[in-house]
């Protein structure tokens, strides 16, 4: 709403999604170690009310984008992709709980649930970030504003890539063939991810029209070492090409690159973003800026051993 000008529509549905993701997590936990046993039969309906809250929370969003008066911004498409992709994500995961109702098994298969994973990212996940970096990160930063060209093409580019991205991935285990077309959907999501980074300008010399206004900036550290992990990642994702295919080490890089991704990137921007927007928002300073860096140095020093060492 901040972000487009415009009242929070159907707010009061906020409290239904929030339940119903809650309540839907908290069934899946329980269900899914004890798939096996009767109470089994609690994995769908988990999945039914977890659907029903991305539902409802697609409904709210889309309908406050829709109601404002704001003119189309560059970031707009993002959120609206970010939503759908959520909505499909929630269908999947309705299906991968009936997948484990109906098979009493524990775990949902490696040529699904890895591809699931990343279409979860690539397509809400970041594209949520990245609508709200396009907005608000040269503001944050004190840097030029962002580059419409190279955000637009990172946008089409991602989005066209995001389902051959799922189904080459998906694919690869059952037909080898497919391994270039899964290669070339790594490489061209490694260059949009790169391409985002060069748009929104976050490693730019600041423009020091904010240097006269005295506020807390450490939240700016955070928001680059995101970044960072963001290139890392992706670099990563991308060095798993070259290696001997469902082998070991493969493995090993697919999971440095996930954490890499969720932890460095994912993480680090919420917090980094959670530094700056809680305090503004409750119209009060950082409880202790100490803390904070702290909290810094402890998730990237921890975020780089796990990586490196999964690696080595």
């Known amino acids: 709403p901040r972000v487009k000008n415009v009242e929070l529509q159907y707010s009061e549905l906020t ?12 069934l899946r936990i329980f269900g899914q170690p004890l798939s096996h046993e009767t109470i089994n039969v609690i994995l769908p309906i988990s999945g039914l009310l977890e659907f029903a809250a991305i ?24 959120i609206k992709a970010g939503v759908f992709w959520f909505l499909v994500c929630g269908v999947m995961n309705f299906f991968m709980d009936v997948y484990l109702f109906i098979t009493n098994t524990h775990e949902i298969p490696t040529a699904f649930y890895s591809p699931f994973v990343h279409l979860f990212l690539l397509g809400f996940v970041f594209m949520f970030i990245f ?19 190279a955000v637009n093409i990172t946008f089409w580019l991602l989005n ?11 694919l690869n285990y059952r037909f080898p063939s497919l ?6 959907t790594i490489y061209l999501v490694a260059f949009c991810m790169l391409l985002f980074v060069y748009g ?3 490693f730019e010399r600041s423009t020091r029209e904010l240097d006269d206004v005295v506020m807390d900036r450490s939240y700016a550290k955070t928001i680059r070492a995101a970044y960072v992990w963001l290139i890392i990642g992706v670099l990563i994702l991308g060095a798993k090409t070259f290696l001997a295919p469902f082998s070991e080490e493969q493995y090993l890089f697919h999971g440095a690159a996930n954490h890499a991704l969720t932890v460095g990137f994912v993480t680090m921007m919420i917090i980094g973003y959670a530094s700056k927007m809680i305090p503004t928002f409750k119209g009060i300073n950082m409880s202790s800026v100490w803390l904070s860096t702290l909290s810094f140095v402890l998730l990237n020093l921890g975020c780089f051993l796990r990586v490196a060492t999964q690696i080595m």
Do not use: C, H, Q
């Open 200 to 202: 929104v300008r976050v």
């Open 131 to 149: 609508a709200v970096n396009i907005r608000t990160v040269y503001a944050f930063l004190d840097v030029k504003t962002v580059r419409i060209s």
């Open 179 to 184: 391994r270039g077309v899964s290669n070339l």
């Open 160 to 170: 066209i890539t995001i389902p051959f991205y799922f189904v080459a991935n998906a």
């Open 55 to 78: 539902l409802t929370f697609a409904y709210i969003i889309f309908s406050t984008v829709l109601a404002s008066k704001e003119k189309r911004e560059v970031y707009d498409k993002f």
């Open 15 to 26: 409290i239904t999604s929030f339940w119903l993701m809650i309540v839907g997590n908290i």
